[in-house]
Each structure stands twice: as structure tokens, then as C-alpha cells.
């Protein structure tokens, strides 16, 4: 609790702009204890800790209380902790010398920058290694072209955000059979930009253990951080098994539940892009399970894009209402359920864009659309929440789709009324959104998601559609009633 009290202190003292330039969140004791009892037993005789980024110090406390009360058998633990900001190091010096005090220990605080110094290690002193690791990194986009990134990329490390960095970098600082814990956010399970990171992983650790909160916003609570976090157990150079999944709604663990997995689920064999699945329960997914579901999006003729207009960078072309000259332009905003509301009034978004040949490249003709919105609000049950667009809701040759949607269609045209009308019913289903969740480490909805997703044949859509175009509207019990008599 004392430890909680100072992280508390010294959150509060690191000023915001500071918290956001190093991406740094510090970790609550409840969690940091979890985290400790992840490592297995040792027979080791000496310890060799890392802990980069390490705040005030309790993931490093955290490991050495447990030490300390018989949860090792070590007889000396040499800790070496990094953390770059003055006024956190100060507390971590103060942490880890009360321990140095009274128990057998080796202790290295360094205030260099991790990154720098862990490629020194590598290229250099390949020899100095450490045997577990307990990682809280800073989450901080690298840009591609930045010191940092090319630095990475002299010892194989091709990544876009510091955490992943400093987990890959941990990893190859590690002796064979090392152990590393580490909090991170789920995003690197998922999409193209940490596949590099994921294949990193994948051949030089085995998964033992995931643990998943169900509230995205409890892991740094303190903080307001919304982000979907994951604890990892990974053995360097060790051979994969079964993977232990377990959950808790938040850092109390309080209805903490686990249950084991063959590496086949949650890595699908085959799956080039190599997709992290956590599976939150034993039972298996029913379009898992199910034959009906084992189309691609590429198998059924359709494609998903991005919608292509960013707004920021067409600012001269956007108009806030409908004007002559101009053709629709869709945010999330103009679509709640199945309804179209077009032109917005009072909408804080353009409702218009010109149609010039600056422009024309980006637009799509009228037609039939399904979209699904990128980002979903705290408010909403669903991940996924897919609308229709019909031609006839606009007076248009084109339509501009805004970067916050993702768009359903073939060679950039629409699609038929049937085949969208029951597009749009599966991807609303409870239990795509639970098979969603399962992979997606973001709080967005990615077109790369919804392309590797499954999805049932043309024939059972466009029947899916004819039966939605009967029903008016639909209520959930009644779309997931209907997608439960297909599988």
C-alpha cells in the first residue's frame, strides 16, 4: 500500500504533457504482485533481473517480496533497473535500497536511455544476460524514420511502438529459458503494422501464460487509460505448449478465472499474418465450429477498405452543408442503427464535399454500402456496429466515405441491396462480436480485421438479406436468433 501511495505522489507530480512524451503509466501493486507470481519456480542460485522503464519501482518490489517470502530459492538477485525521468528514478533509488538493506542483492539503476544501451548489449556484450524480466514499457509510437527505429533495426527489430521495442529487445537480452513478464497493450495481437513484432516473437519465445481485463479501463485506473492491456508469461527459447488464458474485470482479480488452450487456438496454423486469438472461455467459438462460416471476404467477390477521405488534408474541399457542386461526405456520426441522418444538422462535421477533379479519385459511385464504424463509444455493446447505405437516402452521383468508416464493396462500386442488407445483419451478431473480440487487440475495427474475419457464402447472405428486408427493424434477439439457425 506504502508503494501505492507513492506512485499515486508521483503520478500526480509528473505533469501530463510529460506522461504523453514518454508514454509511461505507472503500475498499481495489486498488479504488479499478480505479475510476480506468473514466473515459475527456479533453481537458480543467482537472479538476474531486468525491469526497463521502471517508474518508482514496483514490478522490480513486487518480484523481490516474493523472493523475500520463499517464492524463490534464489540466494542473490542482481537488479537492473532502467528509468529515464529524474524524478521517478529518485523514488526507484529509494524502492530497491530498502531492499539492498536487508536482503542479498545486487542493485543497477541506470538513467540512460533503455533502447541506446540494450543494442550496446547486444552488438557488443552478448555475454551479459539477464534470466527474468518484468516489463511495464512506456506505450509511445516510433516514427519510421526516427533514431530509435533505425537503432532497432541493426539487431533484427522492426516495430512501430516502444513497447513492443522494449519487449523485443528483453527478449534478446535474455539467457536461453529465460522468463519475461510483461503488461502491454493488446494491439500487437492483431493488424499489419505488428506483424513483423509478432513473427519476432514467435521464433525466439513460447507463450505460457495471457491474462485479459474485461474492463479496458481498470489496469491504470489512476491514470484514465483507456486501453485494453495483457499480461504476458513468455519463456525465451522455450518449446510451445498448451498456453494458460486467464481473465479478471480489473486489478482486483477478484473473480479471476483461467482456462488452457492448445497454441492452435490462439495462433490459427496457417494464419499468415500470425493473429494473436485470446480465448476467454473453454467452449469454442460456434463460427469456429460451425461449416457455414468458411468464406473469405475474397472467396465472396467483396471487398473492405478505409474510407479514403481524411479531412484534415482535403480541408479546402469540404463544405458544412450540402451545396451545388458538392456530393454527400459520411462520417459515423450521420448513421445510428439501421438510419441514415443526412445532411446533419448542428454536426461539429463537414456534411459535403466538393466533386472537382481533386477530389473525384477519392469518391465512390451511389449505390448500396455496408459500413462499419472504426471506432465504436464506451456506450455501445458491440465492437462491430455495421449500417447500411442506400442510394436512395441521397440525390447523388457519388458519395465520399470518411476515414472513421470502414466501407464494404467490389472494385469500388456497390454491392447488391440483398447481399449488403445481409452483410449488415451478420457483422451486427452477438456472435461475430464475440469471435471479433477474440483477436482484436484494439479498441477500433480495422478493414484488415474485417478481411481476415470469416464469413458465410454469398448464397446464405443474400437469403439473409431477404429475410431482413422483411422484418423492418430488427432487434438484437432477433438478428442473433436468425444467425443462430445457420450455424
Known amino acids: 500500500m506504502m508503494l501505492d501511495m507513492v506512485r499515486l505522489e508521483a503520478s500526480a507530480k509528473l505533469n501530463r504533457q510529460r506522461k504523453v512524451e514518454f508514454g509511461q503509466f505507472l503500475t498499481p501493486s495489486s498488479v504488479a504482485r499478480f505479475m510476480a507470481g506468473l514466473f515459475p519456480a527456479s533453481s537458480l542460485e543467482t537472479a538476474r533481473l531486468l525491469d526497463a522503464g521502471a517508474g518508482i519501482g514496483s514490478l522490480s518490489a513486487a518480484f523481490l517480496d516474493r523472493w523475500a517470502s520463499g517464492g524463490f530459492s534464489f540466494k542473490r538477485v542482481e537488479t537492473t533497473a532502467y528509468e529515464i525521468e529524474d524524478s521517478l528514478r529518485r523514488h526507484l533509488s529509494c524502492t530497491l535500497e530498502r531492499y539492498a538493506a536487508r536482503e542479498n542483492i545486487g542493485l543497477h539503476i541506470l538513467g540512460t536511455d533503455f533502447i541506446e544501451d540494450a543494442i550496446t548489449q547486444i552488438q557488443f556484450h552478448p555475454r551479459q544476460r539477464f534470466t527474468h524480466a518484468i516489463l511495464n514499457p512506456p506505450y509511445k509510437k516510433i516514427g519510421s524514420h526516427s533514431r530509435h527505429r533505425l537503432l532497432l533495426r541493426h539487431v533484427g527489430v522492426e516495430t512501430v511502438n516502444l513497447y513492443s521495442a522494449f519487449v523485443a529487445l528483453a527478449v534478446l537480452l535474455m539467457e536461453p529459458h529465460g522468463q519475461i513478464v510483461a503488461i502491454i497493450p493488446r494491439s500487437f495481437c492483431n493488424g499489419p503494422y505488428y506483424r513483423p513484432f509478432r513473427e519476432f516473437l514467435f521464433k525466439r519465445v513460447a507463450l505460457r501464460h495471457m491474462h485479459l481485463f474485461g474492463a479496458r479501463d481498470k489496469?491504470?485506473?489512476?491514470?484514465?487509460?483507456?486501453?485494453?492491456?495483457?499480461?504476458?508469461?513468455?519463456?525465451?527459447?522455450?518449446?510451445?505448449?498448451?498456453?494458460?488464458?486467464?481473465?479478471?474485470?480489473?486489478?482486483?482479480?477478484?473473480?479471476?478465472?483461467?482456462?488452457?488452450?492448445?497454441?492452435?487456438?490462439?495462433?490459427v496454423p496457417g494464419d499468415t499474418e500470425r493473429f494473436i486469438h485470446v480465448p476467454t472461455s473453454p467452449e469454442r467459438n460456434a463460427i469456429d465450429l460451425s461449416k457455414a462460416f468458411a468464406y473469405s471476404l475474397a472467396d465472396l467477390g467483396i471487398e473492405v477498405s478505409t474510407g479514403p477521405v481524411v479531412d484534415f488534408r482535403m480541408k479546402e474541399h469540404l463544405r458544412d452543408m450540402p451545396a451545388p457542386g458538392t456530393i454527400p461526405l459520411l462520417y459515423p456520426c450521420h448513421f445510428a442503427g439501421q438510419s441514415i441522418e443526412w445532411p446533419k444538422q448542428g454536426a461539429k462535421k463537414p456534411n459535403a464535399i466538393m466533386l472537382n477533379t481533386d477530389t473525384e479519385k477519392w469518391l465512390f459511385p451511389n449505390g448500396f454500402y455496408a459500413v462499419v464504424r472504426r471506432f465504436?463509444?464506451?456506450?455501445?455493446?458491440?465492437?462491430?456496429?455495421?449500417?447500411?447505405?442506400?442510394?436512395?437516402?441521397?440525390?447523388?452521383q457519388y458519395l465520399g466515405f470518411e476515414?472513421?468508416?470502414?466501407?464494404?464493396?467490389?472494385?469500388?462500386?456497390?454491392?447488391?441491396?440483398?447481399?449488403?442488407?445481409?452483410?449488415?445483419?451478420?457483422?451486427?451478431?452477438?456472435?461475430?462480436?464475440?469471435?471479433?473480440?477474440?483477436?482484436?487487440?484494439?479498441?477500433?475495427?480495422?478493414?484488415t480485421d474485417l478481411r481476415l474475419m470469416k464469413y458465410p457464402s454469398r448464397n446464405i447472405l443474400i437469403s439473409l438479406g431477404r429475410w431482413a428486408s422483411r422484418q423492418g427493424e430488427l432487434r438484437q434477439e432477433e438478428i442473433d436468433r436468425k444467425i443462430g439457425s445457420i450455424i
Request: glycine content about 6%; aromatic content about 8%; some cysteine.
Open 403 to 447: 476515414n472513421h468508416l470502414n466501407v464494404f464493396h467490389h472494385a469500388k462500386k456497390g454491392l447488391s441491396e440483398e447481399l449488403v442488407r445481409g452483410l449488415v445483419v451478420y457483422l451486427n451478431s452477438t456472435v461475430i462480436d464475440e469471435y471479433f473480440r477474440r483477436f482484436s487487440g484494439h479498441t477500433q475495427v480495422n478493414a
Open 219 to 267: 489496469a491504470f485506473k489512476d491514470d484514465a487509460v483507456l486501453q485494453e492491456n495483457i499480461i504476458l508469461l513468455m519463456e525465451c527459447g522455450g518449446k510451445q505448449g498448451d498456453v494458460t488464458i486467464s481473465t479478471s474485470t480489473d486489478d482486483s482479480f477478484s473473480d479471476y478465472a483461467e482456462h488452457h488452450h492448445h497454441f492452435d487456438r490462439i495462433v
Open 376 to 396: 465504436s463509444s464506451k456506450e455501445e455493446r458491440r465492437r462491430i456496429v455495421a449500417s447500411m447505405v442506400t442510394p436512395s437516402s441521397f440525390d447523388a
